[in-house]
């Protein structure tokens, strides 16, 4: 069987979730499927960090911008292929993919649902606009929609009428260069961004909250959000006093993740949406206690023994941190289990169930 890969950002250096899920999937296929041949179509870029091998194949495809790189150049390429089956594996595809079979992954829609608490950058909203004129057509178009939990896929129902049985779940992994390798309590670590869904003026203020009642005072590291975001929602939020106990790290390289999150004392996944959530899966396989939301599909991931709170209640997340500073033993159990709970997830497992997807299509041609 022929098979093409839609993977656009996997060579650009500065890569975020979607980018790992496909370049890890990509790499377990490499060593779990001998017999299929795959076709690797992206965009280029300078990160190297996917090498073909004999039933491997990569294309580097240009175009100026993505819609006409998806709408106009993938589909010519997979014309030029003519695979049995095309993936696209990043919330979107283009209308007339160039082959009869579509597999679409939709890590999530929120860019389908209400429009408030969305990221209000123009770039954000421009890639909004684009998907939902293009995924609801798609998606009728598609053979399978894969996705990432089960709540995402009850959420794909709800709003986009598409029948359960075309949904697949497939749960994502964490690399294995996440492990525990000293026990640390220097800081607390909090991943942000400007997107409302992050809920990073909720943390700051439950941050605030713990700065008042802490006898540590644990300095908060804040990665891919910049200084001057920061001290925007400090002002905001009314608590300009806890800028000088937050370091700013800019974007962290993932090879830089793991030592951050062995030393810090508590990771802060405060999200109040979210349809998998890979860096709690990383925090906790390096030991970090994980202070999560009790939202959307963080539940169904982490289980019922993680240390859930209201996103939505600075006070409770402030709660749970004083907990793991203060109680040693409880935030060895938050710890263990986390390391316990990782085991069910890997990206081998992840590849495993797409190359079953790939050939029960394949058979059905």
Same mark, same amino acid.
């Given at each position: 069987?022929?098979?093409?890969?839609?993977?656009?950002?996997?060579?650009?250096?500065?890569?975020?979730?979607?980018?790992?899920?496909?370049?890890?999937?990509?790499? =377990? @296929?490499?060593?779990?499927?001998?017999?299929?041949?795959?076709?690797? *179509?992206?965009?280029?870029?300078?990160?190297? =960090? &996917?090498?073909?091998?004999? $039933?491997?194949?990569?294309? $580097?495809?240009?175009?100026? #911008?993505?819609?006409?790189?998806?709408?106009?150049? &993938?589909?010519?390429?997979?014309?030029?292929?003519?695979?049995?089956?095309?993936?696209?594996?990043?919330?979107?595809?283009?209308? =007339?993919?160039?082959?009869?079979?579509?597999?679409?992954?939709?890590?999530?829609?929120?860019?389908?649902?209400?429009?408030?608490?969305? !990221?209000?950058? /123009?770039?954000?909203? &421009?890639?909004?606009?684009?998907?939902? @004129?293009?995924?609801?057509?798609?998606?009728?178009?598609?053979?399978?929609?894969?996705?990432?939990?089960?709540?995402?896929?009850?959420?794909?129902?709800?709003?986009? #009428?598409?029948?359960?049985?075309?949904?697949?779940?497939?749960?994502?992994?964490?690399?294995?260069?996440?492990?525990?390798?000293?026990?640390?309590?220097?800081? @607390?670590?909090?991943?942000? $961004?400007?997107?409302?869904?992050? !809920?990073?003026?909720?943390?700051?203020?439950?941050?605030?909250?713990?700065?008042?009642?802490?006898?540590?005072? /644990?300095?908060?590291?804040?990665?891919? *959000?910049?200084?001057?975001?920061?001290?925007?929602?400090?002002?905001?939020?009314?608590?300009?006093?806890?800028?000088?106990?937050?370091?700013? *790290?800019?974007?962290?390289?993932?090879?830089?993740?793991?030592?951050?999150?062995?030393? =810090?004392?508590?990771?802060?996944?405060?999200?109040?949406?979210?349809?998998?959530?890979?860096?709690?899966?990383?925090?906790?396989?390096? #030991?970090?206690?994980?202070?999560?939301?009790?939202?959307?599909?963080?539940?169904?991931?982490?289980?019922?023994?993680?240390?859930?709170?209201?996103?939505?209640?600075?006070?409770?997340?402030?709660?749970?941190?004083?907990?793991?500073?203060?109680?040693?033993?409880?935030?060895?159990?938050?710890?263990?289990?986390?390391?316990?709970?990782?085991?069910?997830?890997?990206?081998? !497992?992840?590849?495993?169930?797409?190359?079953? *997807?790939?050939?029960?299509?394949?058979?059905?041609?």
């Amino acid at each position: 069987m022929k098979i093409a890969i839609e993977a656009h950002r996997i060579f650009r250096e500065n890569k975020h979730g979607m980018d790992f899920v496909v370049l890890e999937m990509l790499r =377990c @296929l490499q060593k779990l499927d001998k017999v299929n041949e795959y076709y690797v *179509l992206t965009a280029g870029g300078p990160d190297i =960090c &996917l090498e073909e091998t004999s $039933n491997f194949h990569i294309l $580097n495809i240009s175009a100026p #911008g993505y819609a006409l790189w998806e709408q106009v150049a &993938l589909p010519m390429a997979v014309r030029k292929i003519r695979p049995d089956l095309l993936h696209c594996t990043s919330n979107t595809a283009p209308l =007339c993919p160039g082959c009869r079979k579509l597999v679409i992954t939709l890590h999530d829609v929120i860019f389908l649902e209400k429009a408030s608490g969305q !990221n209000p950058s /123009l770039y954000q909203r &421009l890639g909004r606009v684009y998907r939902r @004129l293009v995924v609801p057509r798609v998606v009728k178009k598609s053979t399978a929609i894969v996705t990432v939990s089960n709540y995402e896929k009850q959420r794909i129902v709800e709003i986009a #009428g598409i029948p359960a049985d075309k949904i697949y779940t497939v749960y994502n992994g964490y690399s294995l260069n996440f492990k525990q390798k000293s026990a640390g309590q220097e800081y @607390l670590f909090f991943l942000g $961004n400007t997107d409302p869904k992050k !809920n990073t003026a909720g943390t700051l203020a439950a941050y605030a909250i713990y700065l008042q009642k802490s006898q540590k005072k /644990l300095p908060l590291w804040i990665a891919d *959000l910049s200084e001057e975001n920061v001290r925007n929602i400090a002002a905001e939020i009314g608590h300009e006093e806890i800028l000088d106990h937050i370091k700013c *790290l800019g974007y962290v390289r993932n090879t830089d993740l793991p030592d951050i999150y062995n030393k =810090c004392m508590a990771f802060l996944y405060t999200s109040l949406r979210e349809s998998f959530g890979i860096p709690s899966l990383e925090a906790m396989a390096c #030991g970090a206690p994980v202070v999560a939301s009790n939202t959307s599909a963080i539940p169904e991931i982490l289980g019922d023994g993680a240390l859930l709170v209201n996103p939505r209640d600075p006070a409770e997340i402030a709660s749970a941190l004083l907990s793991l500073e203060t109680d040693a033993s409880f935030r060895k159990k938050v710890s263990d289990y986390g390391l316990q709970r990782v085991k069910n997830y890997s990206w081998e !497992n992840t590849a495993r169930a797409y190359l079953d *997807l790939y050939t029960k299509i394949g058979n059905s041609l």
